[in-house]
């Protein structure tokens, strides 16, 4: 089922993200995660994309496998930084032949140690060209990124957000936020971009902190900010893995009753490949 059609629904959609796992490691541990996440009917799983293409066999072959195998609807992700049309072609193909229907469309980050990396000497320069090519060679249901921080590339919020309004009118179904743990910063966004004619649903994406150093290198990367609550909370906790993972589903929990309380479209949850996550998460939760 095509992503269109799925959150054409009147309740909030539940989804997950999960990553395929490093070359080394089978793949029968993924597909187990799997499911373990269908017992919670999930409307979808995401694969992600590892950075540059590295894992791009396995995402397609995860991705093609959770529908066939399990009768889940997937969303393979995609990135288009450094690839060439004739390339994007071939992937494309691929993922048609795999019997994946819907895309969650990026531009992607630099490669490793290219810190100077110029996008715009590629041919594709940013997601919104390759939601325009996607739109044109396939039939496929795309998803973007948001960020309702802004993307930490673009020195300022409101220039971020025109351009994630050009990149919805390029033919986005749904959007995906980057996680964030600030509620107030969501709604905000949701509120401008919806101003702005963005009318698309717009799905946070919610990430249960369960490791105190894991959490602050993951901000670090992408750029979003840790709310004077989270830092008591790991102040607090940080020392004791388990008692930082109970206040950190904790507080995905209260996370997530706030945004069902605001109508959100969905939540989409990024449980890190950790099955006991999710399950921690929604037992705390009504039906989501
Ligand atoms: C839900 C989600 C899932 C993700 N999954 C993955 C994954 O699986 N693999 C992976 O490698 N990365 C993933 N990422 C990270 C993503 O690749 C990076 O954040 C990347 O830096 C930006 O990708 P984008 O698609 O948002 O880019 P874009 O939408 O192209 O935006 C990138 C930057 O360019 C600016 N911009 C856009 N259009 C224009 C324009 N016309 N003119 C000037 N500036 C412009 C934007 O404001 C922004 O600063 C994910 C991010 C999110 C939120």
Redesign the pocket.
């Known amino acids: 089922m095509k992503l269109s059609e799925i959150y054409k629904s009147t309740v909030p959609i539940l989804s997950f993200?999960v990553f395929p796992p490093k070359p080394e490691v089978p793949l029968e541990n993924v597909m187990g995660l799997i499911g373990n996440l269908k017992e919670y009917s999930p409307s979808f799983i995401s694969v992600?994309?590892?950075?540059?293409g590295s894992s791009r066999d396995r995402t397609i072959e995860i991705a093609s496998r959770i529908k066939r195998e399990h009768g889940v609807e997937s969303v393979a992700?995609l990135?288009c930084v450094g690839q060439t049309r004739s390339e994007m072609d071939r992937i494309l193909a691929d993922l048609k032949e795999n019997g994946i229907s819907n895309i969650?469309?990026?531009?992607?980050?630099p490669p490793r140690n290219q810190p100077d990396f110029d996008?715009l000497r590629g041919e594709f320069?940013?997601?919104?060209d390759l939601i325009e090519y996607i739109r044109q060679k396939g039939n496929f249901g795309i998803a973007?990124?948001?960020?309702a921080e802004g993307?930490?590339?673009?020195r300022y919020i409101d220039?971020?957000w025109e351009?994630?309004k050009?990149?919805v009118d390029c033919g986005v179904d749904v959007l995906?936020?980057?996680l964030f743990y600030d509620n107030r910063l969501f709604y905000h966004f949701r509120d401008t971009v919806r101003k702005m004619g963005v009318k698309v649903p717009i799905v946070p994406?919610i990430m249960p902190i369960f490791n105190s150093r894991q959490i602050r290198r993951i901000l670090s990367l992408?750029g979003a900010s840790m709310p004077p609550d989270v830092l008591i909370m790991l102040d607090k906790y940080g020392e004791s893995d388990q008692d930082m993972y109970r206040a950190g589903v904790e507080y995905a929990i209260h996370q997530i009753q706030d945004l069902m309380s605001e109508g959100v479209d969905g939540v989409?949850l990024e449980i890190m490949n950790k099955p006991e996550l999710a399950e921690d998460v929604l037992k705390g939760l009504p039906r989501v």
């Open positions: 993200e992600t994309y590892g950075a540059g992700h990135t969650l469309a990026l531009r992607g980050d996008f320069k940013y997601a919104s973007a990124a948001a960020y993307h930490r590339g673009c220039k971020d351009n994630l050009r990149k995906i936020t980057q994406g992408c989409h």
